[in-house]
């Protein structure tokens, strides 16, 4: 059974940081491409970030030095580390993976809130 479970979002004053995490099971995560995506209410779903198996990373150009995506491969985890946050970037944030030669994602994780408001 597959599943990617997600933690570390919540409320956050502008400018401040928080840290996604993604323990992911069940699956070669060592061969997987793994990233967050987000939606925030009445938007469409947005590719936030993404990291290949080997580390190539990847950002949609509103989080870009903002924002950055690692992973372990020996823990199966991923992590988005969002600093500077704006009240733009309130949605919920979806962790993701797929194998490199899949264009969707295959697998998703349950959301988790993230609220930039003062």
């Known amino acids: 059974q597959v599943q990617l479970v997600e933690s570390g979002g919540g409320l956050v004053q502008p400018g401040g940081s928080l840290r996604l995490s993604c323990e992911v099971s069940?699956?070669?995560?060592?061969?997987?491409?793994v990233g967050w995506y987000r939606q925030a209410p009445g938007e469409q779903r947005e590719l936030v970030a993404t990291?290949?198996?080997?580390?190539?990373?990847n950002y949609v150009a509103p989080v870009k030095g903002r924002f950055t995506i690692s992973r372990d491969n020996a823990k199966g985890t991923a992590w988005l580390q969002m600093n500077s946050l704006q009240p733009d970037d309130t949605a919920v944030y979806y962790c993701y993976a797929r194998r490199p030669y899949f264009s969707q994602p295959e697998y998703w994780g349950q959301g988790t809130q993230v609220t930039v408001a003062s």
């Open positions: 990291i290949t198996s080997s580390e190539n990373t």
């Open positions: 069940g699956i070669a995560f060592t061969f997987y491409t």
